[in-house]
Protein backbone atom coordinates (compact mmCIF):
# COMPACT_ATOMS: atom_id res chain seq x y z
CA UNK A 1 0.00 0.00 0.00
CA UNK A 2 1.61 3.33 -0.91
CA UNK A 3 0.96 5.94 1.74
CA UNK A 4 -0.24 9.67 0.76
CA UNK A 5 1.36 12.80 1.50
CA UNK A 6 -0.70 14.48 4.27
CA UNK A 7 -1.69 17.55 2.02
CA UNK A 8 -3.17 15.35 -0.48
CA UNK A 9 -5.53 13.25 1.53
CA UNK A 10 -9.17 14.26 1.83
CA UNK A 11 -10.63 15.68 5.59
CA UNK A 12 -12.71 12.42 6.53
CA UNK A 13 -9.32 10.44 5.48
CA UNK A 14 -7.37 12.67 7.86
CA UNK A 15 -10.28 12.02 10.82
CA UNK A 16 -10.02 8.36 10.30
CA UNK A 17 -6.19 8.15 10.41
CA UNK A 18 -5.74 10.68 13.32
CA UNK A 19 -8.43 7.85 14.89
CA UNK A 20 -6.47 5.11 14.31
CA UNK A 21 -3.14 6.34 14.83
CA UNK A 22 -4.62 7.47 18.58
CA UNK A 23 -5.66 4.17 19.40
CA UNK A 24 -2.62 2.28 17.93
CA UNK A 25 -0.43 4.87 19.83
CA UNK A 26 -1.94 3.96 22.90
CA UNK A 27 -2.21 0.75 22.58
CA UNK A 28 1.64 0.48 22.17
CA UNK A 29 2.37 3.18 25.15
CA UNK A 30 0.04 0.62 27.39
CA UNK A 31 1.81 -2.41 25.94
CA UNK A 32 5.36 -1.19 26.77
CA UNK A 33 4.19 0.04 30.19
CA UNK A 34 3.00 -3.03 31.00
CA UNK A 35 5.63 -4.91 30.20
CA UNK A 36 7.92 -2.38 31.81
CA UNK A 37 6.13 -2.78 34.98
CA UNK A 38 6.13 -6.62 34.78
CA UNK A 39 10.31 -6.67 34.28
CA UNK A 40 10.46 -4.36 37.58
CA UNK A 41 8.37 -7.06 39.14
CA UNK A 42 9.84 -10.20 37.41
CA UNK A 43 13.49 -8.25 38.68
CA UNK A 44 12.56 -7.63 41.85
CA UNK A 45 11.46 -11.38 42.50
CA UNK A 46 14.00 -13.20 40.97
CA UNK A 47 17.11 -10.71 40.21
CA UNK A 48 18.53 -9.88 36.88
CA UNK A 49 19.00 -13.07 35.60
CA UNK A 50 18.57 -13.26 31.69
CA UNK A 51 14.71 -13.30 31.13
CA UNK A 52 14.12 -9.81 32.89
CA UNK A 53 17.16 -8.19 31.26
CA UNK A 54 15.66 -9.58 28.04
CA UNK A 55 12.35 -8.58 28.30
CA UNK A 56 13.43 -5.22 29.81
CA UNK A 57 15.06 -4.55 26.35
CA UNK A 58 12.14 -4.79 24.50
CA UNK A 59 10.43 -1.66 25.40
CA UNK A 60 13.27 0.61 24.58
CA UNK A 61 13.45 -1.21 21.35
CA UNK A 62 10.22 -0.38 20.52
CA UNK A 63 10.06 3.78 22.73
CA UNK A 64 11.15 5.01 18.38
CA UNK A 65 8.25 3.28 16.93
CA UNK A 66 6.14 4.86 19.96
CA UNK A 67 7.64 8.48 19.26
CA UNK A 68 7.33 7.66 15.07
CA UNK A 69 3.63 7.69 15.34
CA UNK A 70 3.11 10.30 18.19
CA UNK A 71 5.09 12.51 15.76
CA UNK A 72 2.42 11.32 13.08
CA UNK A 73 -0.02 11.48 14.73
CA UNK A 74 1.00 15.56 15.58
CA UNK A 75 1.15 16.37 11.88
CA UNK A 76 -2.07 14.90 11.06
CA UNK A 77 -3.59 17.03 13.74
CA UNK A 78 -1.66 20.36 12.56
CA UNK A 79 -2.78 19.81 9.04
CA UNK A 80 -6.33 19.33 10.71
CA UNK A 81 -5.96 22.57 12.14
CA UNK A 82 -4.95 24.45 9.02
CA UNK A 83 -7.53 23.48 7.19
CA UNK A 84 -10.48 24.39 9.34
CA UNK A 85 -8.36 27.96 9.94
CA UNK A 86 -8.49 28.42 5.86
CA UNK A 87 -12.23 27.48 6.09
Do not use: C, Y
Given at each position: ??SQ???????????????????????????????LI???????????????????????????????????LK?????????????
Amino acid sequence: MKSQKIEEMSHEALLKQKKTTELVTGMLAGALLVLLIMVVLLASKKGLDGTSIGLGVIPFAFIPILFLNWNHLKAIKKELNSRQNVV
